[in-house]
């Protein structure tokens, strides 16, 4: 088993900035593909950045603005937030994919507000 353990979420003024975190609790799992989804009130889960040992990936209404990072050496992945906008509130999941296994955090509030 793997706990994905997420930090940083809050409440933000538009404009403004976050950092989230995600540790996993194994060391394998420093080269699994990981990132963020996200979730608003009404919708589906929708991705919001992936990075794996070749590729990052970025949804359009994100990019220019978020950035995803990561820190093997403590299993961590980031997701810096900048200009923040209402359109952006939703409560943000951690995703690791490891061994072809989805695994997810227990999720995160981002809120925007106007």
């Known amino acids: 088993q793997v706990q994905l353990v997420e930090s940083g979420g809050g409440l933000v003024q538009g404009g403004g900035s976050l950092r989230l975190s995600c540790a996993a609790s194994?060391?394998?799992?420093?080269?699994?593909?990981m990132g963020w989804y996200r979730q608003a009130p009404g919708k589906q889960r929708e991705l919001v950045a992936t990075?794996?040992?070749?590729?990052?990936n970025y949804a359009d209404s994100v990019k220019g603005r978020f950035t995803v990072s990561r820190d093997n050496a403590k299993n961590t992945v980031y997701l810096q937030m900048n200009s923040l906008k209402p359109e952006d509130t939703a409560v943000y999941f951690c995703?690791?994919?490891?061994?072809?296994?989805?695994?997810w955090g227990q999720g995160t509030q981002v809120t925007v507000s106007s």
């Open positions: 990075m794996s040992s070749s590729s990052t």
């Open positions: 194994r060391s394998d799992f420093s080269r699994a593909t």
């Open positions: 995703y690791a994919r490891k061994y072809g296994l989805d695994y």
